[in-house]
């Protein structure tokens, strides 16, 4: 009932150039994967040249950007908005990446802002929430996740939120090498699962989507898909490899 999702973060790597020949790689290695939907983020830089080739070899890959501005247009150096990234065929947007958190800045209420101007525009985020080590060694991940979520989410109405992604990456576990267990990653999805039923409703809780991301490859995604809760993964490193990713998406096959 819930499609599986696996989406690559592809984070600051890859020139347009490279960027296409990973794309094509993919499309290639996971053609006839059906029910699952699979979603690559490029660096902006890549995005135009990503989108013609979907465009133009028909591929049944989507796309998604890495991050975007709440405002439509204006004075905001450096900032992309919803309507640029519509304007090439984006479909996702990936919100409050724990690297936006860390190194940018990115707080629960910006996140908010992008969120809302996210689904104004009918892009959809994913937002990205989860714990430090030192936050889950306090034994605080529950209350650190819904506050991310409450914040994050304020001021929605359930048939927005419903066509959300959330995607819980535990800090510690993203470029590690450390996976959270199944069992952990799906104790937090199915906590997260909770806050939105109370949150908003639990139809709701049922139908939204909660990726697991951090540490993912060929060789964990096995026993993390399946989870009865985690619904896909948000995966980095291993997506920067087509062979790898390709492996990757087709547990999510098996899961649909
Ligand atoms: P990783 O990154 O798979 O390299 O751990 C995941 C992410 O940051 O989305």
């Not at 029910?35 to 979907?54: G, H």
């Not at 009918?122 to 529950?142: K, M």
């Not at 535990?170 to 069992?183: D, R, S, Y």
Request: charged share 25%.
């Amino acid at each position: 009932m819930r499609t599986p999702l696996m989406a690559g973060n592809w984070k600051m790597n890859k020139t347009a150039g490279q960027a296409v020949h990973l794309v094509q790689d993919l499309a290639e290695l996971i053609k006839g994967v059906k029910d699952v939907e699979v979603v690559v983020c490029p660096p902006f830089t890549a995005l135009k040249s990503i989108s013609t080739v979907i465009e133009l070899d028909r591929l049944a890959i989507k796309l998604g950007a890495q991050d975007m501005y709440w405002e439509e247009k204006g004075a905001f150096t450096g900032e992309i908005s919803p309507i640029m990234l519509k304007d090439l065929r984006v479909d996702y947007v990936i919100v409050g990446h724990s690297e936006r958190r860390q190194y940018f800045g990115e707080t629960d209420e910006t996140v908010n802002k992008k969120v809302r101007s996210a689904l104004d525009h009918e892009l959809i985020p994913i937002v990205c929430v989860g714990e430090t080590l030192e936050e889950r060694e306090r034994e605080e991940t529950n209350i650190v996740v819904e506050k991310q979520i409450a914040g994050g989410l304020a001021g929605l109405d359930p048939f927005e939120v419903e066509k959300l992604v959330i995607a819980y990456e535990p800090i510690w576990a993203i470029g590690t090498g450390a996976t959270a267990t199944p069992e952990v990653a799906n104790d937090v999805i199915r906590h997260i699962r909770a806050i939105i039923g109370s949150q908003f409703t639990p139809p709701v809780a049922k139908r939204i989507r909660i990726l697991y991301g951090g540490s993912v490859t060929p060789e964990n995604i096995d026993d993390l898909m399946d989870e009865p809760d985690i619904d896909g993964v948000l995966v980095g490193g291993a997506s920067l490899d087509a062979e790898k990713f390709a492996r990757i998406v087709r547990f999510g096959e098996h899961q649909a």
